[in-house]
């Protein structure tokens, strides 16, 4: 099993950033995914949720309206538009089995919003 994320830099405030996921060894379309993002000195936090038909189930309060997620065969993105200093963290894809509670984790991108 692997998820391998892409995508993260370093962007000025106001700037954009696609993050992708990308999946194997397992069957992508049966399983919710989800990006999380952990800050330094700060607890790992939920961003954005997919269930395994595309369905958005929900983004955390301080991204709605700036980033989207969405997903294909056997990949999952994250686009971030409109980008601020407190999105600087380490973004990590998770899958989730709904029914059977396997879950993978990807090893992490960072992104970067100077102040």
């Known amino acids: 099993v692997q998820l391998v994320e892409s995508g993260g830099g370093l962007v000025q405030p106001g700037g954009s950033l696609r993050l992708s996921c990308a999946a194997s060894?397992?069957?992508?379309?049966?399983?919710?995914m989800s990006w999380h993002r952990q800050a330094p000195g700060k607890e790992r936090e939920l961003v954005a949720l997919?269930?395994?038909?595309?369905?958005i189930i929900k983004y955390m309060d301080s991204v709605k309206g700036r980033f989207s997620i969405s997903r294909d065969k056997n990949t999952m993105y994250l686009q971030m538009n409109k980008l601020k200093p407190e999105d600087t963290a380490v973004y990590y894809c998770?899958?989730?089995?709904?029914?059977?509670?396997?879950?993978?984790w990807g090893q992490g991108t960072q992104g970067t919003v100077p102040s």
């Open positions: 998770k899958a989730l089995h709904g029914k059977f509670g396997d879950e993978y």
């Open positions: 060894g397992f069957t992508f379309s049966t399983y919710y």
């Open positions: 997919i269930t395994h038909e595309g369905r």
